[in-house]
């Protein structure tokens, strides 16, 4: 069974920064794509920023040039530091990774349960 474990939300002052950590388990043969999506009270779940298994990276206009993803593949983990946070920032981050598992070896997506960030004074 793979899973993925998000860490590190909270209540962020207006401009502070904060990071999120994600770490996947489980029966895992390869990770594709990692990324990070939101979704705030009443609205969609959109992308903030992925980073595929070769390093490139992709974010959403609305954080770019505040965020920075990386990735650990040794570890399984994907990272993502946002700073000048603004109050509509705030919304549920969720952990999200294309991954092969040993069972069949079919990539599929694979979603964490999802962590607060409130920026607000």
């Known amino acids: 069974q793979v899973q993925l474990v998000e860490s590190g939300g909270g209540l962020v002052q207006p401009g502070g920064s904060l990071m999120l950590s994600c770490a996947a388990s489980g029966s895992i043969f390869r990770i594709n794509d990692m990324g990070w999506y939101r979704q705030a009270p009443g609205k969609l779940r959109e992308l903030v920023a992925t980073?595929?298994?070769?390093?490139?990276?992709n974010f959403a206009d609305s954080v770019k040039g505040r965020v920075a993803i990386s990735r650990d593949d040794a570890e399984s983990t994907v990272n993502l530091q946002v700073s000048s946070l603004k109050p509509e920032d705030t919304a549920v981050y969720y952990c999200?990774?294309?991954?092969?598992?040993?069972?069949?070896?079919?990539?599929?997506?694979?979603w964490g349960r999802g962590t607060q960030v409130t920026v607000s004074s």
């Open positions: 980073i595929s298994a070769g390093g490139s990276t």
């Open positions: 999200y990774a294309k991954i092969e598992a040993y069972r069949d070896y079919v990539a599929r997506d694979y």
